[in-house]
């Protein structure tokens, strides 16, 4: 800009600058002493600019090393600038993740629950949310756990042919760890025609698979996301070194964050580490483990439930149970600031709801503008396998049959759907 565009007069009356995290000032003057108005986007929790240096880190700790001769070294940002002089607006909305476990995590560690988290409809599984696979063999040297990059390839490889309609992108804590996976797979391709045709589809698609370090994965967006955790004991003594590369170093915690919010409807992570032997003290390495941690737990329906709201809610709550007996029905749930009024689930699998109800309660009048009260909200719950009905309280007092009768109708197709499904 400041090459070739001419110095004076102010050209814009409106520059946008997306992900500002990354732009160091230097590089954002030249546009901004152009412009009228600036609107400055970026999150301060993801990926500052970086440089990097030759050296090796040190320690006063024997057990902790640095396994690559290149460091990287965080700068400010025009973001960070931004943030302290102009007035913030915090964007609370949170639409990739197509289950709540994808983004819960961050919301609670980096976010202090201020996004707005929608409740999938059911917990966790092999097809939505967070995943962990042990590698119990695997063993760090050289910079490069082989065993995990075998097992990441060849899960990587069962999912370009069974299921190629989901983009896959692979990152690896470092780059010798994603250089081995990368070779893996293209060793894996060679075996057979369909392997070869499956991984060479893959690479063309417009969401192209691919394979990286956690230094340049900010920005993108997959289907799944596989994670090479990498790190792990010592072959020879069994023991686990902490060295963890730029994610010991400030703002190593903004990396995992990065990586860890890449995914739209599934992440598995590939692990020879336990939480329990990641005990360095920097930020990312506590990241690290509470993630693996996140990674590992029981798969779970950690949204919340709450009372029913108004004595509309109520009557509806109780016209459902009195004509199915096979049926819960409970009031608000929800995730970190999104309830939905009723959720409908078969009384034999109470964690899989099959039918959201929205009434025109707290939340409805709550909400500002029409549009996101209606037509945004739909949508995301729709993207999150929710099907919905909604009822107006004038509508269910002043024809009170009409709504019983259309809302019995929604929920038995529900749950005949349901019983179908489960084979029952």
Not at 312 to 337: M, W, Y
């Amino acid at each position: 800009v400041s090459e070739h565009l001419p110095r004076d007069g102010q050209m814009f009356d409106l520059l946008i600058i997306d992900e500002a995290s990354q732009l160091p000032p230097s590089a954002a003057f030249g546009a901004i002493a152009r412009c009228k108005q600036a609107v400055i986007v970026g999150d301060p929790k993801q990926l500052p600019p970086t440089s990097f240096f030759l050296g090796q880190a040190r320690s006063n700790d024997d057990d902790v090393e640095d396994e690559d001769s290149i460091g990287v070294t965080d700068v400010e940002s025009i973001l960070d600038r931004a943030i302290s002089a102009l007035e913030n607006v915090h964007l609370r909305g949170h639409y990739r993740s197509r289950h709540h476990s994808l983004i819960s995590f961050s919301n609670r560690r980096f976010y202090d629950q201020r996004l707005v988290v929608t409740p999938s409809t059911a917990p966790r599984d092999s097809v939505l949310g967070v995943v962990a696979h042990h590698v119990k063999e695997g063993t760090y040297k050289n910079s490069v756990n082989e065993f995990e990059a075998k097992a990441v390839a060849r899960r990587a490889m069962d999912h370009l042919l069974r299921r190629s309609s989901e983009s896959l992108g692979i990152v690896a804590f470092n780059k010798p760890q994603a250089d081995a996976i990368q070779l893996e797979l293209e060793l894996l391709a060679r075996e057979s025609q369909t392997n070869f045709n499956a991984f060479t589809s893959a690479c063309r698609a417009t969401d192209s698979l691919f394979v990286r370090n956690l230094e340049s994965v900010q920005g993108d967006e997959r289907d799944l996301i596989f994670i090479s955790y990498t790190y792990g004991p010592d072959p020879e003594h069994g023991k686990v070194y902490q060295r963890f590369g730029p994610l010991l170093q400030t703002g190593g915690e903004r990396r995992l964050n990065v990586l860890v919010t890449r995914a739209k409807t599934r992440v598995e992570v590939f692990h020879s580490l336990l939480p329990t032997q990641i005990t360095a003290e920097a930020q990312g390495a506590a990241a690290m483990r509470a993630y693996l941690e996140h990674a590992q737990s029981s798969p779970r329906v950690d949204f919340a439930v709450g009372d029913c709201e108004s004595e509309f809610e109520k009557k509806v709550q109780a016209a459902i149970t009195s004509h199915f007996n096979d049926l819960v029905v409970r009031p608000q749930i929800g995730c970190d600031h999104f309830r939905i009024d009723l959720g409908v689930s078969l009384a034999s699998n109470p964690e899989r709801f099959i039918l959201g109800i929205e009434c025109d309660g707290a939340t409805y009048h709550g909400t500002l503008v029409a549009r996101d009260r209606d037509l945004v909200r739909q949508m995301i719950l729709e993207h999150h396998g929710w099907t919905i009905h909604r009822i107006w309280s004038t509508a269910w007092w002043k024809n009170s049959k009409h709504e019983l009768e259309r809302l019995l109708h929604v929920v038995q197709t529900a749950r005949l759907q349901e019983l179908a499904r489960l084979g029952g």
